[in-house]
């Protein structure tokens, strides 16, 4: 009996899903993968062209979790052209070394094709298309019919069992909407070509630090003399500033140590999350804060009682938390930090607080499906942000990057807090910031790097499942509106009385954000793939246990999540 299942998009969410499918594979299995790009496996953040070769990406390979190989082991058997092509040294890299962007998507490409060698050994037939690009999507009962366009070729319809939707990041499609006016720094080759004026970027996170980088070595470059890295400015490029600015004007901090695998938690554990959530009142936020709070006290009593935690609510436990950062200048406390988790690495020392906040938040996170309105608001406002500031410390040589741009005098970083506007449709390009106090700057080339956002229902790439009803927004609430992408279940199958679908599973980053937080990241993509490829590899299953005349299930049918 054959089952068709249909990719699209090939980057690492992809990737963990063929892989937690790879031991159900066999004759019959038909697998299609459709990839906009030119080759496989790379996904959007690691690609070239899409990332300048300076760019690092901040998960060590310790952290990622393998599909065949650690990208450590991967790196060590690379002949040494290659290594030196992607920026690598293989004698000096160890299991937490943080890798070009570059680097890491090569990585993910050879595993790719070692996963689809793995497929095919198993029986299954498997189909890569690349420059393919899928327009539209529906809903039938026979399956799912894609509409496929190949370059120099008319747009066809296929019709596939099962359909997983894995498009990854979506950015606006120009690059450089106005003159001067970059409405996001990808692809990173774009920023390259941007002359030595003065650049204002909209973030402080790696996002932001990777635009600056961008234009940076475009006009200067990075050497380590004795033990400091310095920035020198090309002949020329004197007129080369970057402003970097953010609500609280702050810089990530630097890469900190933490043990692996991580210690269970104590307090804030799944199952109290998840009796939390099944009582179904307005005080889901709250009760579970409450939970972090004694969970935070009992790893590091002495932050706790430093901080306050004990009387804190959210909103004042956010503030507490970036407080110290707030009342020094960012590149004093940037070399500090940077210097304590040097030494930290060196040591192997955890910081238990940074630890245990980090522990927690894939676990909050499942509280935010049940949050509506003001709670999914206080929740995104002031707790999100102590999260994502802990888990996206960057690495270290991002923070000296940054210090050595600052040392010579073409970076800064402004708090702009509330009081503020940003005009980026002036008559002379760029962008202009208008402070109430009634400053005035202009910058001739502005980039927003704020990184990805949730986008809503209206803006899904596929029409016919949205004017099918299959792809809807989820509800909104008038007193505290957001956007919070598209109603999805445990499954990630679209919630819908529109037609089978549980045929059809939606994992774009930028659509299930509201129910997923945190979604970013190869670690997500780890275990989304898992969650899909076991639901898919059980299908798999049952159809084999029908052929063997020991099933009595329906080939199509998946348990109603």
């Not at 004026?197 to 990777?210: E, M, P, Q």
């Not at 470059?221 to 402003?243: I, N």
């Not at 910031?433 to 080339?445: I, S, T």
């Amino acid at each position: 009996m054959r089952l068709s299942i249909a990719f699209v998009g090939a980057g690492p969410t992809t990737l963990y899903t063929l892989a937690a499918l790879l031991p159900a594979a066999r004759p019959g299995l038909a697998i299609n993968v459709f990839e906009e790009a030119a080759t496989a496996g790379l996904g959007s953040p690691y690609r070239p062209g899409w990332n300048d070769p300076a760019m690092l990406s901040n998960i060590a390979s310790i952290e990622i979790p393998p599909v065949g190989e650690t990208l450590l082991s991967w790196l060590r058997r690379l002949p040494r052209p290659e290594c030196a092509a992607l920026g690598l040294d293989p004698d000096t890299a160890d299991e937490r070394t943080f890798v070009p962007r570059v680097a890491l998507g090569a990585y993910f490409r050879d595993q790719f094709a070692v996963l689809a060698e793995g497929l095919r050994a198993r029986g299954a037939e498997v189909e890569i298309l690349t420059g393919a690009r899928v327009i539209d999507a529906a809903i039938l009962e026979a399956g799912i019919r894609l509409t496929v366009a190949m370059p120099q070729s008319p747009a066809q319809d296929r019709v596939f069992d099962y359909a997983v939707l894995a498009t990854g990041h979506q950015w606006p499609s120009r690059q450089e909407a106005r003159p001067g006016y970059f409405t996001s720094p990808w692809p990173a080759a774009g920023l390259s070509r941007i002359g030595p004026v003065s650049i204002g970027i909209r973030g402080s996170s790696l996002t932001a630090i990777d635009a600056a980088i961008a234009v940076a070595a475009a006009h200067g470059r990075f050497e380590r003399r004795e033990d400091r890295l310095v920035y020198t400015l090309q002949a020329g490029a004197e007129g080369f500033g970057v402003t970097m600015m953010s609500r609280k004007g702050l810089l990530p901090e630097a890469d900190f140590f933490f043990p692996l695998p991580h210690a269970p938690l104590s307090i804030l554990t799944r199952e109290a999350i998840t009796a939390l959530t099944a009582r179904a009142d307005d005080d889901v936020l709250d009760r579970a804060f409450d939970l972090f709070k004694r969970e935070l006290t009992l790893a590091d009593p002495a932050y706790a009682r430093d901080i306050g935690l004990d009387d804190a609510d959210i909103e004042t436990f956010a503030e507490r938390y970036f407080q110290r950062r707030t009342a020094v200048d960012p590149f004093r406390w940037a070399e500090e930090n940077l210097d304590e988790a040097r030494r930290n690495h060196a040591d192997r020392v955890t910081v238990a607080w940074r630890d245990a906040i980090l522990r927690m938040h894939e676990v909050m996170a499942a509280i935010a499906p049940h949050l509506t309105g003001v709670a999914f608001a206080r929740f995104n406002t002031h707790l999100k942000p102590v999260f994502v500031d802990n888990y996206s410390s960057v690495p270290h040589e991002s923070i000296e990057r940054m210090l050595a741009l600052h040392r010579a005098g073409r970076l800064e970083v402004l708090a702009l807090g509330d009081d503020h506007q940003i005009d980026t449709r002036p008559s002379e390009g760029g962008a202009v910031l208008k402070r109430d106090d009634g400053e005035r700057r202009h910058f001739p080339v502005f980039i927003e790097a704020t990184g990805q956002r949730a986008l809503s229902g209206l803006q899904f790439p596929f029409l016919t499942l949205l004017e099918q009803g299959v792809v809807q927004d989820q509800v909104e609430d008038e007193d505290a509106p957001a956007t919070r992408g598209i109603r999805i279940d445990a499954h990630f199958h679209p919630v819908s009385d529109s037609g089978p679908v549980d045929r059809l599973f939606c994992l774009s980053l930028p659509f299930i954000m509201g129910r997923h937080p945190f979604v970013q990241g190869v670690t997500s993509s780890h275990q989304i793939g898992q969650n899909v490829g076991a639901t898919l590899a059980g299908i798999v299953g049952e159809i084999g246990e029908i052929e063997a005349g020991i099933g009595a299930v329906a080939p199509l049918a998946v348990e109603a999540a």
